[in-house]
């Protein structure tokens, strides 16, 4: 199983330091008395995914509500720095007239410096979405859907984003998750912005 700080100082030649605190940090998604995996029934959910701080209002959102999550973490003042959380709860967000639960394994939010890991399905796939998420604090794309790998390559004129990556549509295959693959386009994105 790779580990973040292995992954990185291996392939970039960075050390990813994260020492860990005992310290327990109450996420708002504890104020919600439902089990980890239950959609919220607390507030509502309007347009929630976390594009406009100037009108949020957190106390509409459901405690499991990604925005309510990400904007009740407080924000590292140090541009080398970022936080880890894990919430140890499926998180949900809203758009449009949708309600999305148990969306994602974990989000990265890097003008908030936050990366969230909200569901465990073994300690690889928990260990690969970790190095997933680092990677967008370093400008890796997500390719997965139908077309994102294309437009990719037809933005940079170049064949160097494949399905076959960690942020592609293969992602979930196990020979993918266990060696975090990485296509060249996500490896040369992360290069570029973890050596500024």
């Known amino acids: 199983m790779l ?3 292995q ?5 970039f030649g960075t050390y990813i330091s994260y020492p860990y605190t005992a310290q327990n940090i109450s996420s708002y998604a504890d104020n919600c008395s439902l089990n980890y995996d239950s959609d919220c ?5 309007t347009n929630s995914y976390y594009t406009n701080t100037e009108t949020l209002v957190l106390n509409n959102y459901h405690h499991t509500n990604i925005t309510n999550v990400l904007y009740r973490m407080p924000t590292p003042t140090n541009i080398i720095q970022f936080n880890v959380v894990f919430t140890g ?3 949900c967000y809203m758009n449009g007239n949708t309600h999305y639960s ?9 003008d908030l410096r936050t990366v969230i890991i909200d569901d465990f399905v073994s300690a690889v796939h928990e260990s690969t979405t970790l190095i997933h998420e680092v990677g967008h604090m370093f400008g890796a794309p997500d390719h997965y859907y139908r077309g994102e790998t ?7 004129g170049q064949n160097i984003f494949h399905d076959d990556c960690i942020y592609g549509a293969n992602k979930e295959r196990s020979d993918i998750r266990e060696n975090a693959t990485m296509c060249r386009g996500c490896y040369e994105s992360i290069y570029a912005n973890i050596k500024k």
């Open 7 to 11: 992954f990185y100082l291996e392939r």
């Open 150 to 156: 294309k437009a990719l390559n037809d933005k940079v």
């Open 41 to 45: 029934t607390h507030g509502t959910c």
């Open 102 to 110: 148990y969306f994602a394994y974990g989000v990265t939010a890097p």
């Open 3 to 5: 580990r973040l700080n």
């Open 89 to 91: 709860r499926e998180l």
